[in-house]
């Protein structure tokens, strides 16, 4: 047993995330998303959603301070300046465990899809809401 983690920081959780190197992607991914076929390295959260799943992982990691998009969210096909709430929700979940504004950058469907191919790890959510998807980019801790 370890102190300070919650039910969400499985095993196969804190293997992946101390295993990521600075600069290494993560991606937290709704029930849709097709992560199975995607995941270089696959772990299910099935029982939570999407920002719940990314506050425990933002608990552990902080997001890259090096790069000018740590955090990208997938845009909305036909509607790209629309923000649907749960990416609001990955905002405010940012924004309280990085201790300052680091806005989501947005990011054209299959060109997030590209990038999930190539992440360190997909972790796949019990999300219903569509777009519940976000990449975040792992930093460094000083």
Request: glycine fraction near 6%; proline fraction near 7%.
């Amino acid at each position: 047993m370890l102190k300070n983690l919650t039910s969400l920081h499985t095993p196969e959780l804190l293997h992946t995330l101390a295993s990521m190197g600075h600069g290494d992607d993560i991606v937290v991914v709704d029930a849709h998303f097709p992560a199975v076929s995607m995941a270089q390295r696959l772990v299910r959260l099935d029982g939570v959603s999407a920002p719940v799943a990314l506050d425990a992982i933002l608990q552990l990691i902080p997001l890259d301070t090096f790069v000018a998009d740590p955090a990208l969210r997938m845009e909305v096909v036909g509607k790209p300046d629309e923000v649907p709430e749960v990416q609001k929700e990955f905002q405010a979940v940012i924004t309280n465990r990085e201790g300052k504004p680091s806005p989501l950058t947005k990011i054209e469907r299959f060109a997030f899809y590209e990038r999930a191919k190539k992440a360190f790890a997909i972790v796949v959510t019990g999300e219903l809401r569509p777009y519940g998807c976000v990449i975040i980019k792992k930093g460094v801790i000083f």
